[in-house]
T-cell receptor, first 116, second 113 residues
Framework: GAGVSQSPRYKVAKRGQDVALRCDPI?????LFWYQQALGQGPEFLTY????????KSGLPSDRFFAERPEGSVSTLKIQRTQQEDSAVYLC??????????????FGPGTRLTVT | DQQVKQNSPSLSVQEGRISILNCDYT??????FLWYKKYPAEGPTFLIS?????DKNEDGRFTVFLNKSAKHLSLHIVPSQPGDSAVYFC????????????FGKGTRLSVIA
């Protein structure tokens, strides 16, 4: 089956612009995670959904970051008024079908955001 | 404050020899550990994992060892192959599955033919 897909793969935004990053998880996966990976660092947790419920958004760096998953499938990460420090790769991961407990997360290829 | 530390940014190994990648953690609540492999321009790919109730897990050429008292784990790859050249991330979980992972900064492995 298809893996996690993300679009766009690359995004260049001028400082102050709003951007929207999309994630299509593996079909049937109920858990969806967003991570931010800065250059030379490991992925860092941003937010987490179980179906359409956002269970944890403690990793979002500011109120300019907003994520949604309205129908429990596709998710969008929105960044308003982008700043240079937002430049990073944004990774989406999905995990588990209903009534499963799993630790393994399956990652998409990421969206590389460059803010100029 | 890094809860998961990979202190070697890079490692170079001859083809056919053993590669040993190390990872230390500070949070006693971590009870499940994973290794991911990442090629350029791709997302991390799950490699192998270990629960805190075990001290070893093996899958083909890959073995993960866990020393809970030392809060240390290691990934052994033997024999190493050129296709193993990638960045390896150690990750940890403190929940009962379906919880965010905490990653180290990664170790870049180069396997030289």
């Amino acid at each position: 089956g298809a893996g996690v897909s993300q679009s766009p793969r690359y995004k260049v935004a001028k400082r102050g612009q709003d951007v929207a990053l999309r994630c299509d998880p593996i079909s049937g996966h109920v858990s969806l995670f967003w991570y931010q990976q800065a250059l030379g660092q490991g992925p860092e947790f941003l937010t987490y959904f179980q179906n359409e419920a956002q269970l944890d958004k403690s990793g979002l760096p500011s109120d300019r970051f907003f994520a949604e998953r309205p129908e429990g499938s596709v998710s969008t990460l929105k960044i308003q008024r982008t700043q240079q420090e937002d430049s990073a790769v944004y990774l989406c991961a999905s995990s588990t079908r209903e009534e499963e407990i799993s630790y393994e997360q399956y990652f998409g290829p990421g969206t590389r955001l460059t803010v100029t | 404050d890094q809860q998961v530390k990979q202190n070697s940014p890079s490692l170079s190994v001859q083809e056919g020899r053993i590669s040993i990648l190390n990872c230390d953690y500070t949070n006693s609540m971590f009870d499940y550990f994973l290794w991911y492999k990442k090629y350029p321009a791709e997302g991390p790919t799950f490699l192998i994992s270990i629960s805190s109730i075990k001290d070893k897990n093996e899958d083909g050429r890959f073995t993960v060892f866990l020393n809970k008292s030392a809060k240390h784990l290691s990934l052994h790859i033997v024999p190493s192959q050129p296709g193993d050249s990638a960045v390896y991330f150690c990750a940890a979980s403190a929940g009962v599955g379906n919880t965010p992972l905490v990653f180290g900064k990664g170790t870049r492995l180069s396997v030289i033919a």
